[in-house]
């Protein structure tokens, strides 16, 4: 697992950002290659982080990463390390940067742990959040586990919890919510009402000879979504997104 | 309710801060000795907001607008309308609010919203949040209710809900999310453990005749502080604040 | 100079606010009367900051700080000791911080750093903005000076930069920042359009007899306010905020 | 010029964010074959925001814009518009969103506003910030110029000011604030010592045969690099980042 604290820059006056960028990528190369060499046959990790210590760095976040993988051709061989802490940092939801990295089936291990949302610094808490460890698993059942990855408490009891029962609470409790996570996300999934809701909503693009499965496919013009919008316009106004629905129905498993 | 979206400034260049503020106490003053002469028994409210028409707004938060009244003779007449939504912008968490009024006994009434954390404008959304609710309803049972006041639901669906269920769903979700957070709070009241922790925090000012109920009664001066942290020093190491403790017991009683 | 930054909470669980506020105020008074004992006759300070290393600070911001003196009968006794810096974390700009402690006359000393906007921890960085220095400048013209107070260099320089050149050029580079800010500011008010555009936007508030004087003195009421609002709607529409001209007048001054 | 407001979501709850992205590049796929089709031969754009109106947006700022690009092969096709207002909503300066795109060659147009550093939305304020405009202007020199795109002043005047003058001020000053940072950046770039600086803190990887060089080139190894590194060790400490002389040499020309 690399973590890009020194790839980044305090200020960009005595910057060269594109070389910086070339170089971090060529190091990563020079990595992976010698795993090769060595026949390790672990997956190799970044982990994002906008700042902290520098006041910029280039794995920004889940996205920023990813484009920088795809850009120097290292997207298969690096997956992503996320800790939901970093992505708050970044302006994203914890569920934000895991959905990023799901999505391209980068999520390669989670770092277990819980920020104050409004604090401009890494806090390495202790995890407490139900909402957030049901979505991350939910994410995790679906791309069939994290493994060779895992759950990883990178969290530490604060500094006032001085007592060595405050180290057991916090791992137990800890390791309570993810449990509940699981369990909540495994309920959900199996009802099956969230996934078909999703569904649904974009079923538009998945049906036969549609308009809409045509464009998804990249066989559709512009004149004709022009043609097809004007249309659709004369008919029943667009279908609601439902969110209070989806909030309602997702709480109702993760505080079951 | 008076909300000061109108009383702040766009830009400190063109302000005279300290007229605007006495205007704005001016104004308040005019409207309590109104409200007295027509025989008006309601509540005064201020809401406060940090930004939001305005770049700067004078009753930023909960203690400054505390500060405020306090500063203009005006803390008697009014009391606070608070929404942890505009907490948020401000910097402060909802508890955080919530707290810092029901400390003063200020917590004159609620808009039960909910926001995007991260999003820098006022998203007024149905609230989903428990461990808010419970907190907020904690505080509400310990100052004796809210009457006049009480739950106001200044939310709106999204803008892509656009059908009648969506309504519906938003509200009774959001209604759901207090009546849980109600039954949480008096739980974990009547149960006691969580409120005497805290007590037990605090004891060392409350005991007869220590230094630390002394100085809490202002009679202790620097000198014997002094004296006393060096003695102290010498025994056991401070106790442990014991956060995870309190996490995991607040947890256990809003998602039980 | 007393900086609050123990006397804040790192959770709220395990917090009892009123309590913590009141031994906070119970300290400085004791500190203010020691001083009294030993006849002591420099200023005491209170530096606000809103969080780091607590999650929250009972001396946020000036303003917050200010209303907690008044509350406590303290008032008298501390002035503000401010960094742009610690304004940032808590959302205001160092111009803000400046304005509600001048305003009040209650800016008793800077410390003349620089920050990183949107870094959330104190960067403490040596000052480079001229629209700062010539801001902080003017009021410090303005009240007559800092004395006792003054500017104080809290900034280092970056953990890069490893000469001895670098600490030299910081220091050289900073005092520069504030020495054109005065001289700018001073150019300013000498010039006089400008502190006089800002008396023309308020001069309804000065002229003989009128409702705005009567208003600003507390003699008017709530009815007679209607009543003039009424009329004046019917009148011209109002005059301009003037925000751009503004903008370009100090724009001409700090960076002539 | 496209910008992706209605590419984003409010909720992820009801959201397949990959599908979203595919289809968006669908869409942009759509509009480039449109764009041949009708013998178009002006510049693509895509405008970078984070979020507003939606709670998050696709091409959140330049890098994901620009990863987004490169994922679905339409970088030759699409170059970026920016503002720095959206940069700051990213949590970048607006001198970070210039570098990213320039490094790459992809900085097409640019929207020469201004906002306010710490609110949460898109102020649109005419520019002021001579720092700003002489680092933006810099880059815009050292690519040859803007052209087919430009300057384009997507700002208005604040809502309270009303009179006619404003209006032309605002674009008076604005104009001025980016003349005046061309010339700034004209001279700096004759001058030579600031590119001078920054070339020879990477002058390690440009030296003939050396190991920085080749590193850069991807023909040094890991273990190679290790050697090097302890060797390197044991020699002079690193040298200075510098960042004092290099925000000195700046503003004497920024301010000059």
């Known amino acids: 697992m690399l973590w890009g604290g020194r790839d980044g820059y305090q200020s960009l006056l005595n910057t060269n950002y594109g070389k910086e960028q070339d170089n971090y990528a060529a190091f990563l ?3 992976a290659d010698y795993a090769d060499e060595i026949g390790f046959t672990g997956q190799l990790l970044l982990e994002p982080k906008p700042r902290e210590p520098s006041a910029h760095q280039y794995n920004f976040d889940a996205e920023t990463t990813l484009g920088f993988l795809d850009r120097y051709g290292l997207t298969d061989r690096y997956s992503l390390n996320l800790e939901a802490n970093h992505g708050t940092l970044a302006g994203h ?7 990023a990295a799901h999505s391209r089936r980068k999520l390669g291990s989670i770092d277990a742990n819980r920020n104050e949302a409004l604090l401009g610094w890494d806090t390495d808490m202790f995890p407490t959040d139900l909402a957030l460890s049901t979505y991350v698993m939910k994410c995790v059942i679906q791309q069939g586990g994290l493994q060779p990855g895992g759950l990883n408490f990178d969290a530490k009891v604060r500094r006032e919890s001085t007592e060595l029962d405050d ?7 800890g390791m ?7 369990r909540a996300a495994a309920a959900m999934i199996e009802h099956g009402q969230f996934d078909q809701m999703v569904a649904e909503r974009y079923a538009g ?3 036969d000879d549609s308009i809409g499965q045509r464009f998804a496919n ?4 512009l004149m ?7 249309e659709a316009d004369a008919e029943a106004p667009p ?5 209070e629905r989806f909030e309602a129905l997702f709480n109702a498993f993760a505080f079951e």
Do not use: M, W
Not at 218 to 221: F, I, K, L, N, V
């Open 239 to 243: 279908p609601s997104g439902r969110q």
């Open 167 to 173: 180290l057991f609470i916090g791992h137990i409790n």
């Open 176 to 182: 309570d919510c993810y449990a509940r996570g699981l």
């Open 93 to 99: 939801s914890g569920e934000h940067e895991t959905e």
């Open 205 to 207: 693009f998945a049906a």
């Open 218 to 221: 990249g066989e559709a013009s």
């Open 224 to 230: 004709e979504l022009a043609v097809a919008a004007r």
């Open 29 to 31: 190369k020079c990595v």
